[in-house]
């Protein structure tokens, strides 16, 4: 599977999600209703998880499958009212060395979660536990907050959301929101300068 060389790791801790979405055309962006609940961020290649509404049962079996540094990108249906993520398997995630959850579902327990400083994107808290009959799958594409998600690409989340970057174009985007970068660094000297913002974006 994919993995990122740690040069790559640290160019992409500095960049914005803003910035990369605007890179990719404002396209491939987790939808808004997916909200950061704990940790500072997330960065790493997804592995796709698809479960049942309402169900973990999947996502404890990809546990024991799933590669050190990655994150888990879950397709819960968007069904807020019973949790199919807590504080057992966010030990078990991190013990299996994975950076992170985005979770078109819902979370509890979330003040453990938060004291274990493990990233989580999600849709809502219920305090509601999760059946365990399973019938999910692991391991390829899955629709999460109105993105498409193949296993293997780029996920990067901070305060604004998350983007996932096709992993055949990451070191273009890489590059490109690099130079962007610099660009809106000119930009925001120039009006703090005192030149009017319409003038300095071009319109």
């Known amino acids: 599977m994919a ?30 209703r997916l909200r950061p609940v704990s940790g ?19 996502l404890h079996q990809a546990l024991n499958h799933v590669p050190p540094g990655r994150v888990l990108v879950v397709d819960a249906g968007g069904y807020a009212d019973r949790a ?41 808290l219920s305090p509601a536990g999760p059946h365990k009959s399973g019938g999910g799958e692991w391991g390829g594409t899955v629709a ?25 174009r990451r070191l273009a985007v890489l590059a490109e929101a690099r130079d962007r970068m610099a660009t809106e660094r000119r930009w925001l000297a120039e009006i703090a300068a005192g030149r009017a913002s319409s003038d300095v974006v071009g319109l």
Do not use: K
């Open 144 to 168: 999460c907050g109105g993105a498409v998600v193949p296993t293997g690409d780029l996920v990067v989340g901070d305060g604004d959301g998350v983007v996932v970057v096709p992993w055949s």
């Open 84 to 124: 199919v993520w807590g504080e057992v398997l966010t030990v078990a995630a991190q013990a299996r060395q994975v950076r992170g959850l985005v979770l078109d579902g819902a979370v509890r327990d979330i003040a453990a979660i938060r004291r274990r400083a493990f990233p989580v994107y999600a849709v809502a």
């Open 3 to 32: 993995e990122l060389m740690p040069e790559e790791l640290d160019g992409w801790r500095q960049l914005p999600t803003a910035t990369i979405a605007d890179c990719l055309g404002r396209h491939n962006v987790v939808a808004a």
């Open 40 to 58: 500072d961020g997330v960065l790493g290649v997804a592995l796709g998880v698809r479960v049942m509404p309402g169900d973990s049962g999947s």
